[in-house]
Structures are given as structure tokens and as C-alpha cells.
């Protein structure tokens, strides 16, 4: 299963580099997975949050039972389990209507 970045996409939009802190099971459970699907990292990071910007799961089935083991390999389970169990909605989620963007 060989995914690669659309060359004609990589010309169209900029790639910046960003620093992103995350928990490290998350951090290995994606890795393997990209690994998995023969992709960069920073490719499958991309690719879910742009599938989930429009609503939409980036992984088949195939693909979820693979990251069911991961996630017991690494430990994500337990950190799942250790989380509050509301997680606020979207709607719910809290916003900041006095904040000001930065200026540059």
C-alpha cells in the first residue's frame, strides 16, 4: 500500500516545518503507522487532519485493526483510558472572543 504526495499539490502549496509537542504513545503509534502504510510522517499527520477537516475517517478498516495493535504495543490504551470521560463537542468547546490575533 504505497502512498505518495501528489507532486502537482507540492507545487501548489508551501510546506513549512512546524513544532509540534505531542504525548510520546501518540508520537509511535502514528510513526508506526505511517511506517505501516509506506508514507513520511509529516504525510500521513497532513493527510488526517486534512481528511478530518472535511469530516472525514482517512483509515479502512484494514488500516484501524492495524492501529488497534499499535495502540496496545505503545501503551496508548492506557493513556485513553486515563482521560476524562467527556471530552467537550466542538460547539462545546471553549472560545475567545476578546483574544486579538498576533501582528508580525
Known amino acids: 500500500m504505497r502512498h505518495r504526495q501528489n507532486p502537482s499539490l507540492d507545487q501548489l502549496f508551501e510546506r513549512v516545518p512546524v513544532g509540534l509537542r505531542m504525548s510520546k504513545p501518540v508520537v509511535k503509534v502514528l510513526k508506526a ?3 505501516y502504510m509506506d508514507m513520511p510522517f509529516s504525510g500521513l ?3 488526517v487532519i486534512v481528511s478530518a477537516l472535511h469530516g472525514e475517517s482517512y483509515f479502512g478498516p484494514e488500516v484501524l485493526k492495524q492501529i488497534e495493535q499499535f495502540k496496545k504495543i505503545y501503551g496508548l490504551n492506557a ?10 463537542e466542538p460547539e462545546e468547546a471553549q472560545t475567545f472572543p476578546n ?3 498576533k501582528r508580525r
Request: proline residues 16%; aromatic residues 0%.
Open 33 to 35: 503507522t505511517a511506517a
Open 45 to 47: 499527520i497532513e493527510t
Open 79 to 88: 493513556m485513553l483510558d486515563a482521560l476524562p470521560d467527556e471530552i467537550p
Open 99 to 101: 483574544r486579538q490575533p
